[in-house]
């Protein structure tokens, strides 16, 4: 069961480092068509651009990412309090 707890841990670390690594390379100037770059664009379009959708950009700045990371902490802690009450 710890094994489990862990691997959620560490998915929900990974995708919430490539999120902020999309958040920065949104600030510099990058080739997109480097295979990587499009890796991280691809694996978290989905989830920021829902957020996109509902959270429209305020001027210049958009919040959509922040909102993301924190749905997907409430997500993971909801995920382990799940299993924890199941298990």
């Known amino acids: 069961m710890s094994f489990l707890l862990n691997a959620i841990n560490v ?3 990974v995708y919430a480092y490539l999120m902020l690594v ?4 949104s600030w ?3 080739n997109p068509a480097n295979p990587v770059i499009r ?3 691809e694996v978290t ?3 920021l651009g829902f957020f996109r ?3 429209p950009p305020i001027g210049m700045i958009d919040i ?3 909102v993301a990371f924190i749905a997907l902490d409430i997500a ?3 995920l382990i309090y799940l299993l924890l009450s199941v298990l």
């Open 11 to 13: 998915a929900f670390q």
């Open 22 to 25: 999309r958040v920065l390379l």
């Open 28 to 30: 510099v100037r990058h």
């Open 39 to 41: 890796f991280i664009y």
């Open 45 to 47: 379009e989905p989830v």
């Open 53 to 55: 959708r509902i959270i």
């Open 64 to 66: 959509s990412p922040i």
């Open 76 to 78: 993971r802690r909801l």
